[in-house]
């Protein structure tokens, strides 16, 4: 699984990290970091969490 986060059009409203705490971390401002694995398991955190932004600056793809 693959996750993009275009750090441009974040917002830093911090959805992501608070949906899926395991799979988004959050810089010292509460822009989202850049998603270097997803943890075995969190699949679904992953998708729930860009699905969660609002800005829509997540992609998930398999």
């Known amino acids: 699984m693959r996750v993009e986060v275009d ?3 974040c917002a ?3 959805q992501c990290s ?3 705490p395991a799979v ?3 810089d ?7 998603v270097v694995a997803v943890p075995p ?3 679904d955190d992953a998708e729930a969490g860009a699905a969660a ?3 829509q600056a997540i992609e998930v793809t398999p």
Do not use: I
């Open 12 to 14: 830093g409203h911090g």
């Open 53 to 55: 932004c609002p800005e």
């Open 41 to 43: 398991g969190a699949e």
């Open 18 to 20: 608070a949906t899926a």
């Open 28 to 34: 010292d401002d509460g822009f989202c970091l850049p």
């Open 24 to 26: 988004y971390e959050l």
């Open 7 to 9: 750090r441009k059009a």
